[in-house]
């Protein structure tokens, strides 16, 4: 909320996809791992949820966001620097 009253950024997100290759059933546990694959001029997050406790994968999904300059919902052509640092620590 903080960055946003500041620069009037928001980061929706604008495309999902996911691939289901095995169910989850009820009580199953697993684990969702979210890896960030690029921060230049979109926010892109690859994810993975495996079955434990043998780590079967279950599911791929990857998902996009975008710079929003409110209120005129202009889309920046680059998330901001002070944005791309602090993700770029995750690469």
Known sequence: ??????TGLLFPVVRVSAK????????????CTARIVEVKRKIVIDYEIKLLPDN???TTG???????KMPNLEIEFEIPQKIRKAL???L
């Open 56 to 58: 079967i994968l279950c």
């Open 20 to 31: 289901y290759i095995r169910p989850l059933r009820y009580k199953d546990e697993f684990v």
């Open 1 to 6: 909320l903080a960055f946003f009253s500041e």
């Open 88 to 90: 770029e620590e995750c």
């Open 62 to 68: 990857q998902s996009e966001q975008v710079a929003l």
